[in-house]
């Protein structure tokens, strides 16, 4: 799956066995593979854009249906330039470029000096990083010279001409935030004009990434799950006393600037101290404490592999007053790897957006006019899913099985449903099984290959049930359940089998 512009910088088998396994299975392959695929486009095969279907379903409960005045709504992520203008993409939102002089192969300067000198060189000038290449005597990645042009900033968005007349500009949007600042005052009067309001969009993103790498990493195309909750400024740090009282009981699992720079480990810090000793709004603390339950709770992350890690100032995106991370633990790439991130984007959009549009983004809220700040919960979808991949991941050599032990909301598939033989009334009776289940959750049938093989298909997908039809369900009305996960067999009538697997 690797071309010019490289997967680079995965580690171990375990990731080549689970591409191979996405390959063929169909989670995911490159887009227009037949056509030899271009570095930083995927698409989702059956099991990948179910799994995917479940990611949003859950985010969708958790931080919209079940909230107070969050709502979700969709975008267009064709947007005109004065919306780039006014949040400060087309100035900002560069990355270092850099071109070899002889074979004029192009690639990311920072990405470059750290994977040659195992620095981090993120926070770098662009003269700092010539310096490097040139001191360091860095050589091209493709044909070896060390000649380069300096390097110069590149802005990642996809430019687009809407129209004949070529002249009216357009992007595709690199987040799908800009969506949320420009419904704002159109949702803040549509929904009784309260704060705290959140608006939620699932969404594709497109990014013109230099370099892309490491899988859903770095794409071109990607999707994201963003929050933006809008608040009056002044009570940032002012939560009602039932909220405020219930999460004070909690821990977060923090790196914050003040630990040795580390990529695998975290400390566990009680709420109150974040507050206090952090100086961390409770506010953006009940954001955290949000997101940490929903990694640990509905995602059901091993808990030694969630953390928040707190970016200092060079490291911050441009709009962003405090900005935490949101980071789980790779086997693939053995640290600590961004899924997402609680950015503290203050006033910086609505206020863009104000001077650029020359429209009045102020409410009258609280007795008083103002902008309403924002803090965004981040997420990347694809990211999440290579770590659904990454985390439930298990090869069990001595059971000669691969296995995705994805929790039962995740799974893509639940159930499936064999018949033992294709005979003697057993298709007939799983044709029965597999239509009562399938009203309820998601079912495979299949009757190919040995029931032992079908078994380890199963496993490799991550199916947690599956439902075997043999000789005595024809006499005595019952079937065999096996689970995924212990492989143990129990035999359960049909007019149960309902309750016992839970749906
Ligand atoms: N609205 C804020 C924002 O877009 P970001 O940190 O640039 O912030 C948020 O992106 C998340 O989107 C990241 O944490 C990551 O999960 C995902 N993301 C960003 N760029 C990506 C890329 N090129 N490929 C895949 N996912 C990406």
Redesign the pocket.
Known sequence: MENKEGAGGVKGDSMDLITSIALKRGFFWPSAEIYGGKA?LFSYGHLGKTLKNNFDSLWRKFFIEDNKNCYEIEYSSILPEQVFIASGHLENFNDPLIECKKCHFRFRADQFIEDNLKINAGEKSIEEMNNLIVKNKLKCPNCKANDFDSAKWFNMMFPVQIGATGKDMAYLA????QGAFLAFKREFEATRKKLPLGIGILGK?F?N?IS?RQM?????E?S?A?LQMFFDPDEVNNLDEKTWKEILKEDLQVFPQDQKDSKKKFITIKIDELNKKYKIPKFYLLQMSKMQKFYLEILKFPKDKFRFRELNEKER?FYNKIHW??EVYFDFFDEFK????I?YRADHDLSGHQKISKENLEVFYNEKKFIPHVI?L???????ILAFLDLFFKEEKQNDRTIFSFPDTLAPILISVFPLVNKEGMPEKAEEIYNMLKEKTTVFYDDSASIGKRYRRADEIGVKYCITIDGDTIKDKTVTIRDRDSMKQRRVKISDLRKELGI
Request: glycine share 12%.
């Open positions: 930083g690199p987040e799908t935030a993103a990014r990434e892309p859903f990493f770095r794409l071109r990607f994201q963003e995106a991370d949101i961004e899924l997402g991130g950015h965004e981040s997420l990347g979808i694809d990211r999440n």
